[in-house]
């Protein structure tokens, strides 16, 4: 499970603090862990995290308005997938074709969820994420109000075999997405640009 602590330096980088948890003594992974944090257009911190388990996996953002000394959280809802209706759902097929890193459908659905979000800004308070995901696709979520809550997310057309993703968002507003945009198992990493995700 992650774990962010942080330091800080107060002389440019020279020296640095003892490291500490980002929110003391929560058995959460909290703040941001594989990708960047986003800084607002209101000035909040928002960073990107994941619970990733042996239990489930799921997405949440940490939201900070005092520049990292007190934290909020906020989960990103997922439709959850069940045994019965998930064997005759066609998403299936993708285990046939060796389109996710697990053949096993009871493993896939103990697993399954949405984890690793990458974050930008549309607008003042539009925040969108992309996530990685179990279910062969790349999923999005979108909030309003800087984070605060999230829409449910859902599957885009971007293919996803389970890998890691992250975005950057450039200054004229195109979208640098890495990822690996196949249909097969893991192998070798790809990276697509776009600026069509608005």
Wanted: charged letters at 20%.
């Amino acid at each position: 499970m992650w774990k962010t602590w942080f330091i800080t330096s107060s002389d440019r980088g020279f020296t640095w603090s003892t490291p500490t948890e980002l929110v003391k003594g929560d058995i959460l992974p909290r703040g941001p862990a594989k990708n960047k944090l986003l800084l607002a257009s209101n000035g909040a911190w928002i960073a990107p995290g994941s619970i990733e388990n042996a239990e489930h996996w799921e997405a949440f953002v940490d939201r900070s308005c005092d520049e990292g000394k007190h934290w909020d959280i906020s989960f990103v809802p997922l439709e959850p997938h069940n045994m019965i209706s998930a064997k005759n759902v066609a998403l299936w097929e993708g285990i046939k074709k060796g389109m996710l890193w697990e053949c096993c459908l009871e493993n896939l659905l103990r697993w399954d969820g949405v984890i690793q979000p990458t974050l930008w800004e549309s607008s003042p308070g539009h925040i969108h994420m992309l996530l990685r995901s179990t279910r062969g696709a790349v999923f999005r979520s979108d909030s309003t109000d800087y984070g605060a809550t999230w829409s449910v997310a859902r599957a885009t057309a971007l293919p996803n075999n389970n890998s890691g993703i992250d975005l950057v968002s450039m200054q004229d507003g195109t979208l640098i997405l890495a990822l690996n945009p196949v249909n097969g198992n893991w192998g070798k990493a790809l990276s697509a640009l776009t600026h069509c995700f608005l």
